[in-house]
């Protein structure tokens, strides 16, 4: 497709769920990032890749969450074992090396 | 990273020009100053970037002076349909992990 797609747009999780957040890149384009935004907030970076190299993960609120891109293009964002305080928007974006990002619509989560 | 300030919000009307500043004191030499405007439900979305001097497109047009010390978003003619948070971000030509910060909630009225 023409942008990052993401996929589901929303997603309800009962706490303790694990849950898996795909994102669809642009095509071609090398870096990838995953972002979450709470509600009123700016997007608060999470994980980033280029290609299937994950260079920084700094953003990542703890271990339960997961983030891969193994064939250097689709990427899932995985969230086990969810929580209240993990609901949130999940977006993705994706660039060329050094351009402009571009996001995706994201994933809302709520979980209850 | 460089942090930047901009107005929590701002209110204007259907046809006036909408300037909207960022303060970013801490900007470095090989940093971009990126804008991105974002509709509830929806992701960012691009608006223009510039490094210095003046930038226009379709949309909007970008002016960083000289010390590069803030910027300043205009939006001409605004609509109804202008209505969003606008995020101010800085960050080098490579890779930038965009670091947003409140943004600015502009809201236009009739």
């Known amino acids: 497709g023409a942008g990052v797609s993401q996929s589901p747009r929303y997603k309800v999780a009962k706490r303790g769920q694990d849950v898996a957040l795909r994102c669809d890149p642009i095509s071609g384009h090398v870096s990838l990032f995953w972002y979450q935004q709470a509600l009123g907030q700016g997007p608060e970076f999470l994980t980033y890749?280029?290609?299937?190299?994950?260079?920084?993960k700094s953003g990542l609120p703890s271990d339960r969450f997961f983030a891969e891109r193994p064939e250097g293009s689709v990427s899932t964002l995985k969230i086990q074992r969810t929580q209240q305080e993990d609901s949130a928007v999940y977006l993705c974006a994706s660039s060329l090396v050094g351009g402009v990002a571009f996001f995706g619509q994201g994933t809302r989560l709520t979980v209850v | 990273l460089a942090k930047t300030t901009q107005p929590i919000s701002m209110d204007s009307y259907e046809g006036q020009e909408v300037n909207i500043t960022c303060s970013h004191n801490n900007i470095a030499t090989n940093d971009y100053i990126t804008w991105y405007q974002q509709f509830p439900s929806q992701g960012p979305r691009f608006i223009i970037q510039?490094?210095?001097t003046k930038v226009t497109n379709e949309v909007a047009s970008l002016f960083i002076p000289a010390d590069r010390k803030s910027s300043t978003l205009s939006l001409p003619r605004v609509s109804l349909s202008d209505t969003a948070v606008y995020y101010c971000?800085?960050?080098?030509?490579?890779?930038?992990?965009?670091?947003f910060g409140k943004g600015t909630m502009l809201l236009v009225s009739p």
């Open positions: 510039g490094y210095k």
């Open positions: 971000l800085v960050g080098g030509s490579g890779y930038s992990t965009l670091t």
């Open positions: 890749f280029q290609n299937e190299a994950q260079l920084d």
